[in-house]
T-cell receptor, first 116, second 114 residues
Framework: GAVVSQHPSRVICKSGTSVKIECRSL??????MFWYRQFPKQSLMLMAT?????????EQGVEKDKFLINHASLTLSTLTVTSAHPEDSSFYIC????????????FGSGTQLSVL | GENVEQHPSTLSVQEGDSAVIKCTYS??????FPWYKQELGKRPQLIID?????GEKKDQRIAVTLNKTAKHFSLHITETQPEDSAVYFC?????????????FGRGTSLIVHP
């Protein structure tokens, strides 16, 4: 099946620093990728929809200046958490939609962010 | 927008029993309904999906049923095994501007006791 690679898997940073998370579709093209935040034992909360070559669409309540998304190619989307604070600590996970099917989503392995 | 409700939040069964997880959705335009399994610390994996032109789909011990009129769909797992223990998410999606944006349920933690 299709593979989505997400890096890093875990990051610990100091408050005020920025962290970049990468999401790559390895064997398919993904015009659209999604970024989620997941708290322990809770569901996937959609943060934003990332579209190749255009601006991301953010969900209500998600600060676009804090969570910068770049989708510069059909296989790579990045999420940068700027000026991270302890409340940003969470599990971030991306998913990519196979452009050829336009339905099936494939998830990255997630990034556990801990902000000290 | 779409709203997906999922029940129960926790389901505990004995090995060999059946497990049923139910979801309802609100947007009648939704036409694609996938189910994902997420084991602890791992990524969600698509286990089965169904489209609105089909009422039921089966894949070995897993089946999904869809009632478009009532706007609900269910996941059925028969002959459960301990390795079925995980969190299961349902989702509903409809085309928006030519692409599908899924809305996820809150998840069901399935525990299968040996």
């Amino acid at each position: 099946g299709a593979v989505v690679s997400q890096h890093p898997s875990r990051v610990i940073c100091k408050s005020g620093t920025s962290v970049k998370i990468e999401c790559r579709s390895l064997d398919f093209q993904a015009t659209t990728m999604f970024w989620y935040r997941q708290f322990p034992k809770q569901s996937l909360m959609l943060m934003a929809t990332s579209n190749e070559g255009s601006k991301a669409t953010y969900e209500q309540g998600v600060e676009k200046d804090k969570f910068l998304i770049n989708h510069a190619s059909l296989t790579l989307s990045t999420l940068t958490v700027t000026s991270a604070h302890p409340e940003d600590s969470s599990f971030y996970i991306c998913s990519a939609r196979d452009t050829s099917t336009n339905e099936k989503l494939f998830f990255g392995s997630g990034t556990q962010l801990s902000v000290l | 927008g779409e709203n997906v409700e999922q029940h129960p939040s926790t389901l505990s069964v004995q090995e060999g029993d059946s497990a049923v997880i139910k979801c309802t959705y609100s947007d009648s335009a939704s036409n694609y309904f996938p189910w994902y399994k997420q084991e602890l610390g791992k990524r969600p994996q698509l286990i089965i999906d169904i489209r609105s032109n089909v009422g039921e789909k089966k894949d070995q011990r897993i089946a999904v049923t869809l009632n478009k009129t009532a706007k609900h769909f269910s996941l059925h797992i028969t002959e459960t095994q301990p390795e079925d223990s995980a969190v299961y998410f349902c989702a509903a999606s409809a085309a928006s501007g030519g692409s599908y944006i899924p809305t996820f349920g809150r998840g069901t933690s399935l525990i299968v006791h040996p």
